[in-house]
T-cell receptor, first 114, second 111 residues
Framework: DTAVSQTPKYLVTQMGNDKSIKCEQNLGHDTMYWYKQDSKKFLKIMFSYNNKELIINETVPNRFSPKSPDKAHLNLHINSLELGDSAVYFC?????????????FGAGSRLTVL | KQEVTQIPAALSVPEGENLVLNCSFT??????LQWFRQDPGKGLTSLLLIQSSQREQTSGRLNASLDKSSGRSTLYIAASQPGDSATYLCAVRGSQGNLIFGKGTKLSVKP
C-alpha cells in the first residue's frame, strides 16, 4: 500500500522519559511534516523537511528534535517528556514544499505522558 | 499571520438533509485550500483540494467552493448520511508550504 505510516500508534510513558515516533512514506514525496493535535483537537504545524533539509520550525521546545535520515523518513524524538506533550502527532508528506500539492497524512501517534 | 475559522463548531442534522460548512481565512495569499475529514481516533482523509485559481471542486455528494478575495470557502454535503458523521477540517496552504488548519466542524447525522 502506498501511504504515510507512523509507529507506534499508541505510546504511554512517564514524565521525564525520552521517546521517538517514526514516520515513513513510500509515495516518493520530497517533503515531510510533523503536526501536533492537542486535546482541543487543534492541528498545528511543528516541523517541515524538504529533501532532508529543515524548512519550517515553528515555536516548539528544543526538547523536540526531528531527524530526516533520507527523504522518505522523518522521525520525531522528544526528550524529557512533560504532561503537556500529551497529544496526537501526525506525520504528513507532499511533493514539493509549496504550491499546489496535496498533503497526505498518516494515521497519527497518540502520546500519553503520565 | 494566517488564521482559519470554521463555523459552526458542531452541527447535528437528520439524515437526508443538505448542509453547508463554512471556513474563513484572514490572508487571501494562499496556494490552495483543502477540506479533510477526521473520524474519532483516526487520521485525516483528504476530501477536496481547491487551487487558488479555482472556484470550486466536486467529488460525489461533496462540493467545495472558494472565494479567495473574500477569504471564504464552503463545503456543501448533499443528502447527508449517518456515515458522514465526522469532524470536517478546513486548511489553507500558505507560502511556506505548510497547512494552517481551522478547529473543525463536528458533524453528526442522525438516522
Amino acid at each position: 500500500d502506498t501511504a504515510v505510516s507512523q509507529t507506534p500508534k499508541y505510546l504511554v510513558t512517564q514524565m521525564g522519559n525520552d521517546k521517538s515516533i517514526k514516520c515513513e512514506q513510500n509515495l516518493g514525496h520530497d517533503t515531510m511534516y510533523w503536526y501536533k493535535q492537542d486535546s482541543k483537537k487543534f492541528l498545528k504545524i511543528m516541523f517541515s523537511y524538504n529533501n532532508k533539509e529543515l524548512i519550517i520550525n515553528e515555536t516548539v521546545p528544543n526538547r523536540f528534535s526531528p531527524k530526516s535520515p533520507d527523504k522518505a523518513h522523518l522521525n520525531l524524538h522528544i526528550n524529557s517528556l512533560e504532561l503537556g506533550d500529551s497529544a496526537v502527532y501526525f506525520c504528513a508528506s507532499s511533493q514539493g514544499s509549496a504550491g499546489a500539492n496535496v498533503l497526505t497524512f498518516g494515521a497519527g501517534s497518540r502520546l500519553t505522558v503520565l | 499571520k494566517q488564521e482559519v475559522t470554521q463555523i459552526p463548531a458542531a452541527l447535528s442534522v437528520p439524515e437526508g438533509e443538505n448542509l453547508v460548512l463554512n471556513c474563513s481565512f484572514t490572508d487571501s495569499a494562499i496556494y490552495n485550500l483543502q477540506w479533510f475529514r477526521q473520524d474519532p481516533g483516526k487520521g485525516l482523509t483528504s476530501l477536496l483540494l481547491i487551487q487558488s485559481s479555482q472556484r470550486e471542486q466536486t467529488s460525489g455528494r461533496l462540493n467545495a467552493s472558494l472565494d479567495k478575495s473574500s477569504g471564504r470557502s464552503t463545503l456543501y454535503i448533499a443528502a447527508s448520511q449517518p456515515g458522514d458523521s465526522a469532524t470536517y477540517l478546513c486548511a489553507v496552504r500558505g507560502s511556506q508550504g505548510n497547512l494552517i488548519f481551522g478547529k473543525g466542524t463536528k458533524l453528526s447525522v442522525k438516522p
